[in-house]
T-cell receptor
Framework: GAGVSQTPSNKVTEKGKYVELRCDPI?????LYWYRQSLGQGPEFLIY????????DSGLPNDRFFAVRPEGSVSTLKIQRTERGDSAVYLC????????????FGPGTRLTVL | KQEVTQIPAALSVPEGENLVLNCSFT??????LQWFRQDPGKGLTSLLL?????REQTSGRLNASLDKSSGRSTLYIAASQPGDSATYLC?????????FGTGTRLQVFP
């Protein structure tokens, strides 16, 4: 596609439930990034993939969060046993290569945990 | 640990004014720096990317400068318009990931 797409755009769930957030990067981009943006804050890094492997997952807050990119394109961010504090906008970005190369962002998924 | 700060946190100005948004970072060993715009409820739109070897970048009414030695970048907006109203985010590239500031919320009124 022309840009990074994310689905769903909005997700409302109940505390304790499992959610999956999807990201489709720009075609041909090898690097994919996940960020989380809480209300009134700047985005914070979660994890990034170079190809199929997670090159840096140092931003994942705890073991309830997990992400995969099995074929090196689409990525899924998975959150188990959701908590109210997980409510945020989850942003995905991709870049042609890894490294300090311009990242292009998707519209985000707004997650609300009730 | 790299920290990015943006001043002011919010700004409200009449249309036509020239504006300066400030961004500072604690570790001068950055690669590139990027300015983004974020409209309410939307994702990030890239405005300008300044590579570490550059001092400034310009696009239309926007000009961004970078002074690595002092840990500062400024975004200059000329002749502001109501359509410029948004949150402006500064981010530095820390090897592979972006470190963001908390943003400047700009409102330009007619």
């Amino acid at each position: 596609g022309a840009g990074v797409s994310q689905t769903p755009s909005n997700k409302v769930t109940e505390k304790g439930k499992y959610v999956e957030l999807r990201c489709d990067p720009i075609s041909g981009h090898t690097a994919l990034y996940w960020y989380r943006q809480s209300l009134g804050q700047g985005p914070e890094f979660l994890i990034y993939f170079q190809g199929t492997g997670a090159a840096d997952d140092s931003g994942l807050p705890n073991d309830r969060f997990f992400a995969v990119r099995p074929e090196g394109s689409v990525s899924t961010l998975k959150i188990q046993r959701t908590e109210r504090g997980d409510s945020a906008v989850y942003l995905c970005a991709s870049s042609l290569l890894a490294g300090a190369v311009e990242q292009f962002f998707g519209p985000g998924t707004r997650l609300t945990v009730l | 640990k790299q920290e990015v700060t943006q001043i002011p946190a919010a700004l409200s100005v009449p249309e036509g004014e020239n504006l300066v948004l400030n961004c500072s970072f604690t570790d001068s060993a950055i690669y590139n720096l990027q300015w983004f715009r974020q409209d309410p409820g939307k994702g990030l739109t890239s405005l300008l990317l300044i590579q570490s070897s550059q001092r400034e970048q310009t696009s239309g009414r926007l000009n961004a400068s970078l002074d690595k030695s002092s840990g500062r970048s400024t975004l200059y907006i000329a002749a502001s318009q109501p359509g410029d109203s948004a949150t402006y985010l500064c981010a530095v590239y820390n090897t592979d990931k972006l470190i963001f500031g908390t943003g400047t919320r700009l409102q330009v009124f007619p």
